[in-house]
Structures are given as structure tokens and as C-alpha cells.
């Protein structure tokens, strides 16, 4: 059992919250989300009973294309709706539908921290790098009047209660991932300014989980440095996450040189181009450094894809809009 409150909740409540979207979509289905314009399928967690009252349709875990079908969800999200309304002046559903979650969750949370904007109310419950939000949106706060996917699809979720789920979730190493760390020698210099606290308090993306550690003793002489196995079979570095890459799976070195304009100071960003093992997805970029100038990271770069024994690309140069 764990000592997670949130993930002590979701063992609770039946969500099965550590399996693969491949186990999930086995045992749920998979859905096409008409929530949605982007195309992508849906897993329905139709738990029993229902994680929270009142909801539209069950706990929801999208099945990105760019996402590892072998990784767990670390974000699943819904909409709770009840037909109550709070207030006597200007009755609000979205509001009793937030009350409705919060009632349903804080006693097994305890007090949430408020989380209201200038057109939203809401909660937000955090443990470690697991945490809720519970959000609404009353209809008389909105000033944009556009299409919302959502919406044309479910009416009623206009005045409903939006929640997600960060679970935190990161792979933990293997005993030969442990020992590659172990033996961890850096062959390039990437960031000075990483520290341990800040990539043990830091959320991983869901596309580039499969390459994602959770931190384990020793990992700090990875901190902002890039090196190898022993054997040559994966790559190792520490910026935002501690990530372990296969070798075999980086295609290219990829290089964006953005010289200043609007949006910012010129800079170079350099990412590794990756394959995966699932899908005709395109490749994936993984950004492992970045300098001040438009050229400013090109000549590491390319002594990196040199040492790696792959094409390094330059962009063209480019303006931040």
C-alpha cells in the first residue's frame, strides 16, 4: 500500500492506476473520443462504482499516437455534473457541481488549496508529484464564445466540474539501469544548473515517458551530463528527468537556431530525434541542452552526433513569432 494519499485514493476507489494503456485498452476497450477533434482514442475506466459521483462519462485516459502503449496513464481526467444549483441570487450548477467533487474527495484528502482564476473556481490537492484538480466554469464568467469540442458534445459539460489526475507516475530503474548509473562516466558537459531537487520534484511527459527514470541513489553524477553504458547499449543524462535512451533509438541530432525577434533572445536548442518501438509515429524530439545565440550549441552538438555516430542537422535560421 502506498503512502501516497492520492494514490492510496485511486487503489481505494478500483482505478487501475499503474497498468499499461495496452493492459487498460484490453480490459476496457478502446473508445474513439467524439470529445474531441483531435482524432486520438480514449480508454473509459468504468469503475464500480463510479470514482466520483455524477460524472458524464467514466475516468478518461487518452491513447495519444505519440504516446508508449507499454507506459502507464499519468493523466487521466472527467467531468462530474449534478442538476443542484448553489446560490440564491444567481444560481450556479458549476459551482455545486465543484462542491460536489470537493465533498466527494477531501475527506479522503483532507483541505485542498483554492485554485480560482478570473473565470474559474476550483481546488487543487497535491501530495509529492501526484495531484488533483477540480475545476469550473461558470457560465456567467466566460467571455469567449467559441466552439469547444467538449461542449458540442456533451452539453451539459458546460456547467460540470472538470477534474484531472496527475498520478507522478516514473518508471523506477532496473538493477542493470542502477548499475549503468553506478558506473556512470560523463563524456560531455551539458547544464551546470541542474540540481537533484529540482528533477526529483518534476513531473514526466507522458510522449517521452518510455525514455524516463524515477531518480535513484547515485543519479547525481548525472546531473546536467551526458554519457553511456559501458556496453554502448543506451545513452544517459540528467536535465529535466534522469532519461536512459536506447542508442539504437536515436535516428539524428536535431538543432534549431533561433535568432532573437518578439518572442525572445536568440538561442540554440538541441534535441535528439528518436524512434520508438510501437507505431509508424513520426519521430520524437527530446531537447538535451540548449545556449544563448543561434549557433550557439551547434558545435556541441555536432561532437556529440559525431561521438554517437549519426547525422547532426542544423535548422535554418529561424524567429521566435
Not at 478518461?60 to 448553489?86: E, I, N
Not at 482564476?117 to 466566460?142: H, M, V, Y
Amino acid at each position: 500500500m502506498t503512502g501516497n494519499p492520492i494514490h492510496r485514493l485511486l487503489d481505494d476507489r478500483g482505478v487501475p492506476w499503474r497498468e499499461s494503456m495496452t493492459s487498460l485498452a484490453s480490459r476496457y476497450g478502446r473508445t474513439p473520443n467524439r470529445w474531441s477533434r483531435t482524432g486520438d482514442d480514449v480508454v473509459l475506466l468504468d469503475t464500480q462504482p463510479p470514482f466520483l459521483p455524477g460524472l458524464l462519462r467514466p475516468l478518461t485516459v487518452d491513447l495519444c499516437r505519440d504516446h508508449d502503449p507499454a507506459m502507464p496513464a499519468v493523466r487521466m481526467s472527467a467531468y462530474a455534473w449534478t442538476s443542484r444549483t448553489v446560490g440564491w441570487l444567481r444560481p450556479c450548477r458549476a459551482r455545486a457541481a465543484l462542491q460536489m467533487v470537493h465533498d466527494s474527495l477531501a475527506p479522503a484528502l483532507g483541505p485542498p488549496q483554492p485554485k480560482n482564476n478570473s473565470n474559474t473556481f476550483g481546488w487543487r490537492w497535491e501530495f509529492g508529484l501526484a495531484a488533483i484538480d477540480a475545476i469550473c466554469f461558470p457560465p456567467r464568467l466566460q467571455t469567449y464564445r467559441g466552439g469547444n469540442s467538449v461542449h458540442d458534445a456533451e452539453p451539459r459539460a458546460a456547467t460540470a466540474c472538470y477534474f484531472g489526475i496527475e498520478t507522478g507516475y516514473r518508471p523506477a530503474c532496473s538493477d542493470e539501469e542502477r548499475r549503468w548509473i553506478d558506473d556512470f562516466v560523463a563524456a560531455f558537459r551539458l547544464d551546470d544548473r541542474i540540481t537533484a531537487a529540482a528533477v526529483n520534484g518534476r513531473r514526466a511527459y507522458q510522449h517521452l515517458l518510455e525514455y524516463v527514470r524515477a531518480p535513484c541513489p547515485g543519479f547525481e553524477r548525472t546531473l546536467g551530463r551526458l554519457g553511456r553504458s559501458a556496453d554502448g547499449r543506451a545513452l544517459i543524462f540528467t536535465t529535466d528527468q534522469l532519461y536512459i535512451v536506447p542508442t539504437s533509438h536515436i535516428d539524428h541530432v536535431d538543432v534549431s537556431r533561433l535568432e532573437q525577434g518578439r518572442g525572445g533572445p536568440a538561442c540554440g536548442l538541441a534535441r535528439f530525434a528518436l524512434r520508438g518501438d510501437f507505431g509508424g509515429r513520426a519521430l520524437k524530439q527530446l531537447q538535451f541542452a540548449d545556449a544563448p545565440g543561434a549557433d550557439g550549441i551547434s558545435d556541441q552538438a555536432a561532437r556529440i552526433a559525431d561521438w554517437l555516430g549519426v547525422l547532426c542537422v542544423l535548422g535554418d535560421y529561424d524567429t521566435y513569432d
